[in-house]
């Protein structure tokens, strides 16, 4: 079943939206050489107390901390410690939620630690957050699951190879239903698989978050003995970016943009939705 949610409902999603925006800017700027995993995630302690809402991933099946936070070859749910001391030329992908009244917020990016960063990184991260945007722009009344997989996948396939050779849309991992609870119904695959279908149609009140994660090699990821840290099979760097978006009579609304996506959709001709709590 998918939860269709309310203007009122999407209002509520709005505000958690906004507190995740709040954490990735935070964590954004904290997120520098010689700094620790473990000193992100107590930045974003901070930013969820502040706003007085909740973290919906401290706790969820057992997850020991606030954020995620996977480094170069960590694909998904990096685990923050103190062992783990950011260097110059990592890569970081921070992913972040939070609760308001009941309803949550979900967002992920990818940040480059200090600078001499490879050009293929640069483009990886590019190549990963615009094949979210072109997912997202998918989001249209009358529209089916699959549309947003496809917009995503083909965006991928139509860019340039990079130095390794190809760019592995990982498998096991993404996007999902988002509301009520952080991950509902319906799981979105990044890419398209006939035997998934076409899934459920696109209407107003439908909210999904969307995140295309990419590597510079293999789609095929192995889990560390702590049940969570999410590798490459061979050791390839990968990115990750999300936002949680809600589809409203007047279109998508970015949840998770301090903008609710205006600038980004226009891009892709399309307007975004008003937000609700201009």
């Given at each position: 079943?998918?939860?269709?949610?309310?203007?009122?409902?999407?209002?509520?999603?709005?505000?958690?939206?906004?507190?995740?925006?709040?954490?990735?800017?935070?964590?954004?700027?904290?997120?520098?050489?010689?700094?620790?995993?473990?000193?992100?995630?107590?930045?974003?302690?901070?930013?969820?107390?502040?706003?007085?809402?909740?973290?919906?991933?401290?706790?969820?099946?057992?997850?020991?901390?606030?954020?995620?936070?996977?480094?170069?070859?960590?694909?998904?749910?990096?685990?923050?410690?103190?062992?783990?001391?950011?260097k110059d030329g990592d890569i970081i992908s921070i992913d972040a939620g939070a609760i308001v009244d009941g309803w949550h917020g979900d967002a992920a990016f990818t940040a480059f630690v200090g600078t001499g960063h490879a050009p293929e990184l640069i483009e990886l991260s590019r190549v990963t957050e615009e094949s979210m945007w072109a997912?997202?722009?998918?989001?249209?009344?009358?529209?089916?699951?699959?549309?947003?997989?496809?917009?995503?996948?083909?965006?991928?396939?139509?860019?340039?190879?990079?130095?390794?050779?190809?760019?592995?849309?990982?498998?096991?991992?993404?996007?999902?239903?988002?509301?009520?609870?952080?991950?509902?119904?319906?799981?979105?695959?990044?890419?398209?698989?006939?035997?998934?279908?076409?899934?459920?149609?696109?209407?107003?009140?439908?909210?999904?978050?969307?995140?295309?994660?990419?590597?510079?090699?293999?789609?095929?990821?192995?889990?560390?003995?702590?049940?969570?840290?999410?590798?490459?099979?061979?050791?390839?760097?990968?990115?990750?970016?999300?936002?949680?978006?809600?589809?409203?009579?007047?279109?998508?609304?970015?949840?998770?943009?301090?903008?609710?996506?205006?600038?980004?959709?226009?891009?892709?001709?399309?307007?975004?939705?008003?937000?609700?709590?201009?």
């Open positions: 079943m998918v939860e269709i949610k309310t203007p009122d409902q999407i209002a509520k999603m709005r505000e958690a939206g906004l507190v995740v925006a709040a954490i990735h800017a935070a964590t954004r700027e904290a997120a520098v050489p010689g700094a620790t995993t473990k000193d992100l995630d107590e930045v974003a302690r901070k930013v969820l107390a502040e706003h007085g809402a909740k973290s919906n991933f401290l706790g969820y099946g057992g997850f020991p901390a606030t954020i995620c936070t996977s480094v170069n070859e960590v694909v998904v749910h990096g685990i923050p410690d103190t062992k783990t001391v950011l997912g997202i722009a998918a989001v249209k009344n009358g529209n089916r699951l699959v549309d947003i997989s496809k917009a995503i996948e083909g965006y991928i396939r139509r860019q340039p190879r990079p130095a390794s050779g190809k760019y592995g849309i990982i498998e096991d991992y993404g996007g999902h239903g988002i509301g009520s609870e952080m991950h509902m119904d319906p799981h979105l695959l990044n890419y398209v698989s006939r035997k998934r279908g076409k899934g459920p149609k696109l209407v107003p009140g439908f909210c999904i978050a969307i995140e295309p994660m990419v590597s510079l090699g293999t789609a095929r990821t192995h889990v560390l003995a702590d049940d969570w840290t999410v590798l490459t099979d061979d050791k390839t760097w990968s990115s990750h970016w999300e936002h949680s978006v809600a589809l409203t009579e007047q279109g998508p609304l970015v949840l998770t943009a301090v903008d609710g996506g205006r600038a980004k959709l226009a891009e892709y001709g399309v307007t975004a939705a008003p937000d609700p709590l201009a």
